[in-house]
């Protein structure tokens, strides 16, 4: 009875966790029968492989070469030398060992996949090893052009030298299933000369006259096979007789063959630019030639190599540096599933876009917008304004906030993660190309002939001096706070690229002879040639080129690498994110198409017509859940409480979720202060021990299957505050662009339009003031030795209060045409103004009358001023403008710190200290009056808005 129970207690537990699995509907599977791969990489070219697995390529006379130890699969690229400035042979001996040659006599050794090298040998002068090769894991030989010839075991350290009693050598020797091969120029004994022992012993085996002038041969299953320059093809016994022979091509131009075994053999044509033709036959039944259209257009091949069980390697030898390495998949991509999909009543979509495998959006032509969270199999529609446009670009600002670029300069946005929008009615009235987040709070967009940045609300939109005209610009991206590009087309099939690495703040251009048409200038770009081949971009040079029939008609480049790109005939590429590495997918001629979409790591889409869309997943048998999604605290946030929640969204999982992992790390990222496991809702609540500290935070999943991956590090600052901020709400239903609490308890708030409110008893009894101006309210600021109550505009003017903020008077221009950015109050009555052209007013006891007591036009607009007691004034500004007095504003003394910074608020600490913050929140503190300073720095991808100190 015992037994029983115990059978059926464990029945009933897996049956509860196959019940609460969570299977998401599948879409149409399009099967693929064959697949090819590209590596578009550096150094693609003159393969080597050491075993089925492993091997390397590289480009003679250059530095860069390339890594694989999947077969061929994916390649990595080996790190460059000065030693190996040039390579000349290169050869893979085993897992991360390599051997190189350098001017024919210098061996390189290597054996942690190029990390370091060591000289082994420097042979004797001369050309060495124009007919000489490394093979078998160890062993060398030369054929040197004096006669003779030489065999190492140690990889070229050592070498035993003998006669040679055979004609001179026409080709390089190759190694094949334990033989030893090479291929005499002439001789009177026209046969087969191999050797079993690694070169030290010879045999001549005698073939008919008629095959004298073959150009392969190897070792077959019980024999030779051979191929004639009439590229017939013939099977030998080990002592030379014909057994078989046929002619398994048509008009193939000079093809080049792998041989697997008797019965399974293969070549591809090289006939002038058309399509290229690979094809299997067999010694067994020579009446049957497989043939395959893979449709390379102008890719040119001179060797097959095959590795694993369902893969062969094509690519160039010599020192071509235009075509990538092409990999057949004879089983197709094994890991890679395709799937067709449908939106709802098939409509039409003008936009997809993921945010990674499980969550996206897409843009209907009708205006809607629609939302799926797994994966595509299912869609809802989002809640949208009443005026909506077709949908023309999704741009993420953080895992839950997101805009839309719309016709007709509408612009959405959402903070819900997608579910409701709302309008941003921008001045653009020119349709925007492309729009990136640098950051949070700067957007940088393009149009198709200038380029501008601007704010979250899309009202003060500032041009970015780019100096080219004559062409158009075809898309803008950042790739993360620094790193961004927009394309600039131009002249006949040429473009430039126009890019910044730090954040926008200086621009470079790059021109260009063909087409650029994605850069992160961090890692990777695609290039496109006008012959209509595209190639991987990194360090300024291009790999590996990959031709295909028809024209490039779109390429989807995210953060981390993820490229997608399509042609008009049906080829889809996919990346995965390992860079210059892609699977090609065939769909056929007839599929509409019209963007690709890059969403993460393991999926891919492809948009097309008539609600159509394909879906390209890696698979497994065991998936994690997907990467998990983040609410909050946003990335970037300057201001989070000291008891906060971190909040996010619940992961696509075939399975369902088990636990979180959250990690909290303080300053840096390697310095951990919470790592929470066991997590069992999509939040959980922390109190951060350090005030005004760059905390960062990340989380994962598991369900039975395994952990998702830790998404990319958020960053966050804490604040001085401990507990919620409490919301009152205030007469004005339109935004509020500042507020001030003052030192009697008044509250008064300030909107977009110009209006004024305030109250005596917050959070109610408020009062509308009269502004008499329609300028936002910038800024509210309180001279507590005067009592007076100022508001700052866009305009040349500024309103002041002398009666609790009750009645306003304005007082126009008056710095005369400078504009006024920000007032300081000094003992007993003077005002201090900071205004454009770095000039310093002054006035005492009342805001009507000011002296210009400072004027430096070449240093910048000053942005901001302090003061502390009455002698000491500071006021700061663009170009990294510091101005201090420390007599009450008498004299004043410039410090330029850094011109590509520009300082938002300066400050005194109570003890004296200064405290300048530039644009990107970062401290300048000077603890002897400006004559030394400390600098902050924060990580380089953050970009943190300004903290007003007068505001709440």
Known sequence: ?????????????????????????????????????????????????????????????????????????????????????????????????????????????????????????????????????????????????????????DLGVTWISDTWAYGPIRTTPFYDKGYLFVIEQYSTTRGILYSTNNGFTWVKVSIPPSLANYRTVGKSDNGFYLITNSNRVYLLSMTGEVLKSFQPGASDSYPY????????????????????????FSFADTSTVTVIMLGNHSMMFTSIIPTTWDRLLFSANGYNMADAIMTYHKSGHRDTKVEQ??????????????????????????????????????????????ITGVVQKFVQRSESEFITICAAGLILETSDGGNSWRSIISPMQKMIRGAAFKGRDT?????????????????????????????????????????????????????????????????????????????????????????????????????????????????????????????????????????????????????????????????????????????FSHINNSPPPSSVLRISPVNGSPYELRNTTFKWEEPWTVSPIIEYHLQLA???????????????????????????????????????YGWSDFNSWYSFRSSVFANQAVAWQSPFTVELTTAIMLPDGRVIVGTGAGGI???????????????????????????????????????????????????????????????????????????????????????????????????????????????????????????????????GGSTFQYTGLNQTEIFRRASFAPDGTIVVLNQNGERRISTDMGVTWDYEFLRPKLQFGILLPETA
């Open 1 to 153: 009875m015992k037994y029983l129970t115990l059978i059926l207690c464990y029945s009933f537990t897996f049956f509860i966790q196959v019940s609460a699995q969570s299977t998401p509907p599948s879409g149409t599977e399009v099967v693929v029968p064959w697949a090819l791969s590209f590596f578009t990489g550096k150094g693609a070219s003159n393969l080597h492989f050491s075993d089925s697995l492993n091997g390397i390529a590289y480009w003679k006379h250059n530095p860069h070469y390339s890594l694989t130890s999947d077969g061929g699969k994916t390649w990595k690229d080996g790190k460059t030398t000065s030693q190996l400035d040039r390579i000349m042979l290169m050869y893979s001996i085993g897992r991360d060992s390599i051997l190189a040659v350098r001017d024919s006599q210098y061996i390189y050794h290597s054996f942690n996949a190029g990390e370091t090298w060591t000289l082994a040998n420097t042979l004797w002068s001369g050309e060495k090893f124009g007919y000489g090769t490394f093979f078998n894991h160890k062993h060398g030989i030369i054929f040197p052009p004096e006669g003779g010839i030489n065999v190492s075991t």
């Open 257 to 280: 063959f792998a041989y697997l075994s008797d019965n399974e053999i293969w070549s591809i044509d090289n006939i002038g630019y058309g399509t290229r033709h690979l094809r299997k």
């Open 341 to 386: 999909l449908e939106l709802p009543g098939r409509a039409e979509a003008s936009c997809l876009f993921f945010v990674n495998g499980s969550k996206g959006f897409a843009g209907l032509a009708s205006g809607k917008i629609l939302k799926t969270t797994d994966g595509g199999y299912s869609w809802s529609e989002t809640t949208l304004p009443a």
């Open 443 to 615: 957007i940088f967009f393009c149009t198709s002939d200038s380029i501008f940045m601007t704010t979250p609300a899309w009202q003060q939109i500032t041009p970015v001096v780019t100096g080219l005209s004559g062409g158009y610009f075809t898309n803008l991206e950042f790739y993360d706070g620094l790193n961004g590009s927009a394309l600039y087309r131009y002249g006949n099939f040429r473009s430039k690229a126009f890019f910044t690495i730090d954040g926008g703040n200086s621009w470079v251009t790059q021109d260009f002879n063909n087409m650029m048409y994605s850069l992160d200038p961090s890692s990777v770009g695609i290039y496109y040639a006008l012959t209509g081949g595209f190639s991987s971009w990194y360090n300024d040079t291009t790999g590996g080129r990959v031709y295909q029939d028809g024209s490039l008609m779109g390429i989807n480049h995210k953060p981390g690498g993820l490229i997608a790109v399509m042609y008009d005939k049906g080829d889809f590429f996919y990346n995965f994110g390992k860079n210059s590495n892609f699977i090609r997918i065939n769909l056929g001629p007839g599929i509409a198409s019209k963007f690709p979409v890059s969403a993460d790591e393991n999926t891919a889409y492809l948009l097309c017509a008539n609600g159509r869309i394909f879906k």
């Open 666 to 704: 303080a300053g840096d990222t390697s310095n951990i202060v919470e790592n929470i496991a066991g997590i069992s809702l999509t939040s959980h609540p922390v109190n951060l021990m350090a005030d005004s500290t760059i905390y960062f935070w990340r989380v994962r999943a598991r369900n039975i």
């Open 757 to 887: 409110a305030r109250t005596d008893q917050p959070p109610v009894n408020w009062t509308i003031v009269n502004s008499t101006t329609f300028y936002p309210m910038n800024r509210f600021l309180y001279d507590p030795n005067n009592n007076i109550v100022f508001a700052l505009t866009t305009g040349n003017l500024f309103f002041y209060s002398l009666n609790r903020s009750i009645s306003w008077s304005r007082k126009e221009a008056p710095f005369g045409s400078t504009l006024v950015n920000s007032f300081g109050f000094a003992p007993p009555n003077v005002i201090y103004g900071a205004a454009n052209y770095g000039s310093i007013f002054k006035a005492v006891t009342t805001p009507t009358t000011w002296t210009n007591i400072y004027f430096s036009p070449n240093t910048g607009n000053n942005l901001d001023i302090a003061t502390f007691d009455s002698t000491r004034v500071i006021a700061v500004g663009e170009s990294g403008s510091v101005i201090i007095s420390t007599d």
